[in-house]
Antibody
């Protein structure tokens, strides 16, 4: 059974950093592009980042480019999202997902507030 | 970025009835490889999105045949027949033909 379990969320002040993790199981992690998608409270879905199988290629929308960094450790079947210079508009539930969009984690809440 | 316009915003339905959701893109979703990367998701309250339909009309594993997707180019439709209580929630379309991936704003399927 495919499982994606996010961790690392919480309350953080504007301008500070936070790192999310996603533990994958039930499939060969190193064979899949992976992604992060977020959802602000009561709002729609927004793609945040994608990483290639080896980690050599990463992709971001303009809204987070230069502030967020996606990475992976294939030996640990883990995906990460380093978020720097956080803003109030980054407040959202962050989902880890296979980039094919077929499996998603349950999400982790990040609140950026003073 | 490709804008995905989803209608209606809210869709009241009766159990056992039929629902239809539209998704229109600001440019064609036909990829240079000939595929069309338009997908549909259902997000039930308190849960993460779950894939229903991929590449316009393909039902994901375990999705009942009450769900069907159709369309081409810039106009796409999700139809749900014989609506059941577990079908209620927020529906989203997603395009992954063009960078960056973009979602529709969502349609709330609720009881009439």
């Amino acid at each position: 059974e495919v499982q994606l379990v996010e961790s690392g969320g919480g309350l953080v002040q504007p301008g500070r950093s936070l790192k999310l993790s996603c533990a994958a199981s039930g499939f060969t992690f190193s064979n899949y592009y992976m992604a992060w998608v977020r959802q602000a409270p009561k709002k729609g879905l927004e793609w945040v980042a994608t990483i290639s199988t080896s980690g050599s290629r990463t992709y971001y929308p303009d809204s987070v480019k230069g502030r967020f960094t996606i990475s992976r450790d294939n030996a640990k079947s883990s995906l990460y999202l380093q978020m720097n210079s956080l803003k109030s508009e980054d407040t959202a539930t962050y989902y880890c997902a296979r980039n094919s969009g077929d499996y998603w984690g349950q999400g982790v809440m990040v609140t950026v507030s003073s | 970025d490709v804008v995905m316009t989803q209608t209606p915003v809210s869709l009241p339905v009766s159990l056992g009835g039929q629902a239809s959701i539209s998704c229109r893109s600001s440019q064609s979703l036909v990829h240079s490889n000939g595929n069309t990367y338009l997908h549909w998701y259902l997000q039930k309250p308190g849960q993460s999105p779950q894939l229903l339909i991929y590449r316009v009309s393909n039902r994901f594993s375990g999705v009942p045949d009450r769900f069907s997707g159709s369309g081409s180019g810039t106009d796409f439709t999700l139809k749900i027949s014989r609506v059941e209580p577990e079908d209620l929630g927020d529906y989203y379309c997603l395009q992954s033909t063009h960078f960056p991936d973009t979602f529709g704003a969502g349609t709330k399927l609720e009881l009439k």
